[in-house]
């Protein structure tokens, strides 16, 4: 049970329903906002804030006494955690801009390309962006990435070939290339 033993004289709680009732989400909606997270990040948050309530209820946890109070230190926590992963996104775009040549680009059409390529990585998904990256800019060969990240070369090679698909076709779209 999420709320206690029932559901306002709807009985217990019930799997498909909402964890959260309006004044709830509306208190998470708030909490992220006052956190700095941006408007259209806001739904994402509050999804996350239901996915620990409905993780903590199948796992068999005790519900919280406060579910209100409970849902805005998560929608707090998250605020925290979009924060760190904005800095940590900015230091490896200062640290790739410190591998950079330190004289200017070469041309017009070379800094057109690599502004269309760096707007091309930031709408990769993070995995695929975190391969291109070590395998085009850091120089790692496909064995390497794997056993760094975990996870099988095939698995490296398909998120390589996906991401530079992506690449050439906004490359194309973009009319750079």
């Not at 707090?76 to 680009?105: C, F, I, T, Y």
């Not at 850091?138 to 070939?161: F, N």
């Amino acid at each position: 049970m999420l709320r206690g033993r029932t559901r306002r004289g709807r009985g217990p709680y019930v799997a498909d329903d909402d964890p959260l009732d309006a004044a709830q989400e509306r208190r998470v909606r708030a909490v992220l906002a006052l956190g700095g997270v941006p408007q259209a990040d806001l739904p994402d948050g509050v999804q996350q804030v239901r996915l620990r309530l409905l993780e903590r209820a199948a796992s068999g946890r005790e519900a919280p006494r406060d579910v209100s109070a409970w849902a805005a230190v998560v929608a707090s926590n998250l605020a925290m955690d979009w924060h760190r992963a904005k800095r940590r996104q900015e230091r490896v775009g200062e640290r790739l801009a410190a591998l950079r040549p330190a004289q200017a680009p070469s041309g017009e059409e070379t800094s057109v390309l690599s502004l269309a390529v760096a707007r091309g990585l930031d709408a990769l998904p993070d995995a695929q962006r975190q391969v291109v990256v070590l395998r085009f800019y850091a120089d790692l060969p496909v064995r390497s990435i794997a056993e760094q990240l975990g996870v099988p070369e095939g698995t490296v090679k398909s998120r390589l070939h996906t991401a530079v698909r992506a690449l050439r076709a906004r490359l194309h779209e973009d009319e750079v290339v």
